[in-house]
């Protein structure tokens, strides 16, 4: 034990060593992050300004897309700067917090997605019943509950990772901090801490899976008996954002762990950090009619606005 250093700082995997690949690095990784920032703030503003749309799902969607600003904006920004500064140094607790954030972020996310998924079934196939069941203090509990069971999640991992003694190299194969890129620098062969978190998680995973799947399964069955689409365009997009993020997410997670870098690895953890919070916005506002036409109403409202600005001011 006496070789050991007390590590301070760990240095995060860069996307290339070529500065122009640096460069389109960041300004891609900008671009998706401003689509996805603009996206979910116009869509927890046209929820937020409407009364009508203080139903049970838009309220979800509200929470779903605080959380998605929140996921893409722990991962992308620092990786942004990273490229551009040539610096890929993160302080030891920076990178707790980032292993913090990133898994309750993340597990508010799927457990959110899961109650979403249970609002859509009693909406399609109970609708009968839906305000008794899905009213205010109960949607609230579930909103809680969600965010809550993230971050139980994410200081189980943070407190068992960082349990570990580190003794080098201090190069994390990722470009955020995460398990089992830490693991891969443990100098520690005992995991024993971090595979009951990442069991405990796993268990929760496949409870919202299994969550997830009945609910769908009774939302196509009754989808098939209505001769019109509708129910499907209330189905399908949440089914597709539940897909890319959990499916992206599992084999980033489960797949065996290698002693070298991974472009494989990189491209998995880009699609379940950085891709859902950007492809919600597109799903919600370009799948939704409500949506599309708070839109306009908004945009005829500030043109309308604008108008009597300039006569009132020639």
Known sequence: MSNLTIVTEFLLMGFSKNWELQVLHAMFFLLIYLMALMGNLLIFTLISLNRHRHTPMYFFLKNLS??????????????????????????????????????????SEISLLTVMSYDRYIAICQPLH????????????????????????????????????????????????????????SCSEKHIAVYVSV??????????????????????????????????????????????????????YLKPPLNSDSVLDLLLSMFYTVVPPALNPVIYSLRNKDMKTALRKLSTWKYSSERLRKKSFP
């Open 66 to 107: 605080v959380l998605d600003i929140c996921l893409i904006s722990v991962t992308v920004p620092k990786s942004i700067v990273n490229s551009l500064s040539h610096n890929y140094s993160i302080c030891y607790l920076g990178c707790v917090l980032h292993l913090f954030l990133v898994i309750l972020f993340a597990g």
């Open 199 to 252: 069991a405990i998680g796993l268990a929760l995973g496949i409870f919202c899976c299994i969550s997830i799947i009945i609910s769908y399964g009774h939302i196509f069955s009754t989808v098939l008996k209505i001769p019109a689409t509708e129910g499907q365009s209330k189905a399908l997009p949440h089914l597709v954002v539940f897909i890319v993020f959990i499916i992206t997410g599992a084999m980033a």
């Open 130 to 185: 839906y305000e008794t069941i899905m009213f205010k203090g109960s949607c609230v509990r579930m909103a809680v509950a969600s965010w809550f069971g993230g971050g139980v999640v994410g200081a189980m991992y943070s407190a068992s990772t960082f349990s570990l003694p580190f003794c080098g190299p201090k190069e994390i194969h990722q470009f955020f901090c995460d398990v089992p890129s830490l693991l891969r620098i």
